[in-house]
């Protein structure tokens, strides 16, 4: 299984920006998708998850300003944020919890995204 997020990039101040991850490989189903981040010296943080249901769960820091979404016809989890702040600079990581066809359930990690947010 493989999680591949693309999106990141130089934002102003201000701005928005769409991420997405793409969950690919042997894939029976997916439960709780979610986005976390990790700022130069900080530990990572959760931003947003989603369940299968499309139940969210957001930081504070972000909860007025970003949605979390799915796709679970393509095994993809968005995250939109806007009213971006330089303390939203960060890499961003996608993370799933996947039942694979052999059988249990483990959580997978995307290869990380970075966000950069100029003031």
């Known amino acids: 299984v493989q999680l591949q997020a693309s999106g990141g990039g130089l934002v102003q101040a201000g701005g928005s920006l769409r991420l997405s991850c793409a969950a690919s490989?042997?894939?029976?189903?997916?439960?709780?998708m979610g986005w976390y981040r990790q700022a130069p010296g900080k530990q990572r943080e959760l931003v947003a998850t989603?369940?299968?249901?499309?139940?969210?769960n957001y930081a504070d820091s972000v909860k007025d300003r970003s949605t979390i979404s799915r796709d679970n016809a393509k095994d993809t989890v968005y995250l939109e944020m806007n009213s971006l702040k330089p303390e939203d600079t960060a890499t961003y990581y996608c993370?799933?919890?996947?039942?694979?066809?052999?059988?249990?359930?483990?959580?997978?990690w995307g290869q990380g995204t970075l966000v950069t947010v100029s003031s």
């Open positions: 989603i369940t299968a249901s499309s139940s969210t």
């Open positions: 993370n799933a919890a996947v039942v694979t066809y052999r059988g249990g359930s483990s959580y997978y």
């Open positions: 490989g042997s894939i029976f189903s997916i439960n709780d």
